[in-house]
């Protein structure tokens, strides 16, 4: 698969020795050769790490070239040396593009509670540099550079058309556990050569954050390094940078880009679940009919946080039980009796009894299928949401019970 | 062994056949022979079983005479039928002392949404009937009875000396996956032969719990049945039971009754954990120095519930980052830099940054005790909690993802 290239942005990563593991790519540098106009979605996680507190006190913001990208160490409860580890970062990253400490960000993921290795950090930083450039092998290197337990990196693109012509929304995501957002560890970076105002880019981003990222779950537990950053540097005008001109989109060319953007965000959300650690199955729960749509998320995350739900799916039994007892615990006022569940397309429960049906043949269902549908409806009002997780497997307690310190 | 037994209580327990498994004991028969009162403490999950709608209709309240128990269904999600299935074996366990329908309390624990099989539910009250006995044996059979897939029954007990004389306390308890009490499915009785009046008997149970069963998970996801019932039959008194004399328990009485009612609660809910599916290491959370008690309860929750904590102490892994970065996102406003952790009583984490430790010690003192502590203080208040946890395992997920329908 080739991505539709935003203009003048550059990729390149190079393995740097962070991860243990010989030869992975972990650190990863995306250049802008125009400055560009960044916002930021972090963690609401009270012990957040360096990285995010540096990224979140620059965004939203304008005039960025660069941002550096590490797996293998996530800077987070490190201290005011991590701090000053994440700074050192970002000014070696724009020192790359001649550009200032300040118009760099910095995206870590990885091990909790270790000094990140500065000297291979820099090394690497640097080793990325003569490696930038546009091309589809280093895009893919970049995405790669940001994966820890994930077993594919994730990428998706939109190409629009607008008024004065194509626009570019490419987005790189990582994330395989500790996924909880609220913003999960998930990582993810939206890049576009629209021209967008730092206030609007904010919104758009976090309007799209909330429908797309902020809507899976594998295990539950929020990380301290979450962020969604999004850059637009405007070079699809053919003017130039959107700094230059103090352009933003508008109209029509707004609406097509936001749904772009909300396409690109859903598209990498999803592949996170879909790659969860042991995951054998990407699970999507459908909630409608609720009063508010913080209940019908309330439900969703409820149910998708149940280990008992998601090992039930991990064996393909239908006890549908479990998933009815914890919309029941979900800390949503509502009617027992008026619920309904629909289980890959089968009806299991309504109005508060069973209905009959072949439990072989749901069960089969789930055995055969790695996307599995689980509807709630309510008729209380018209809220609902989409959410997106994994069932739990044994080999999800493997990889994370190996004795790794 | 042995307990002292609560006078004018007889036990019995008989295999009829609701469990699939040839001969498990599912149908246990507690009997007062004379009138008792009862307080009840139930699930908070909106969709809650037919017996817990049942008992919470008739509690607090006087004049019992019987608790039917049954395992291998929780009658739960079974509509009407269920709550009629619910009434008649109040009815049934009534019958077998000459008392009416409303003078029995009825527990019930299984698979959810499917009809309890009333037939064999009926010829098991009858022969739990003529096996009713006050004795040892019998006490160890009806609490075996209310076993699930709990590998050990649950029986704690404690007599005191009150000024007329001594007074007996028995617990019996079960539960082991589906634990996230505020009351999860756990079941427990409480037996005394303590004078109490309903309301009393009501508020001492009710605090009881609090500090207890409410401490205590093993995966977060709550029952749609757990109940805590309390009995008080006021057989201790000479002059016969508490309902003819009217008598509570009041001062010093009450207070060392207040103590022993709460020994035998916290006895009963640790060993609930202590006995979660597939687990091997017993956790038990001390969180300190919070401004509230729902504080200190969210954050040691939020520990208690993260499947990457509890994967981590499986594998014997000093992973501390996991267990700081699930008190962040406990949804408690703090100070990250005002935290410490103690884990088996080495100091992992300090104010914002790590400790130097030995990770070899540390995962071998985890490796090689199944008790594991975890001591989170704050200085922002007075305010603690203790709770007790689980580790997760493969073994917990074999349990639960296996084909059960």
Redesign the interface.
Known sequence: MTFALPAAYRFAAVAAGIKPSVNKLDVSLVVSDVPAVAAGVYT?????AAPVALDRSLTPGEGFRAVVMNSGN?N???????LSDAKEMARLAAATCGAEPNQALVLSTG?????IPMDRVAAGIQAAAAKLESSQEMLVAAAQGMMTTDTVHKLAGRSIELSFGPVRVLGMAKGA??I?P?MGTMLGLVLTDAPLSPSLGQDLLSAAVVDTFNCIRV??????NDTVLLLANGAALSQGSAKQNGQSLTGSDLAAFRTALHEVCAELAKAIPADGEGATHLVTIDVTGCRTRADAHKIAKSVA?????K??L?????????I??????AG???D?LD?ELTLNGYLL?R????VPFD?AVV?KSIRDNRDTSIVLEQTAGAAAVRFWTTD???E???L??????
Chains 1, 2 share one sequence.
């Open positions: 609401t996680n009270k012990v957040f996530a987070a409860c490190t201290g005011e040396r991590g091990v909790i509670g270790v000094f556990a500790m909880a609220n295990d539950g537990h929020m990380s301290t946080e149940s280990p008992l739900v090992t039930a991990a064996g393909a039994d239908p006890n549908w039980g479990r009815v007892s914890a919309v029941g615990y949503v006022d509502f027992p619920l429960y109005r508060g009894a069973p439990a069960s739990l497997t044994a999800y307690v493997r994370n019970a190996d004795y790794t310190t």
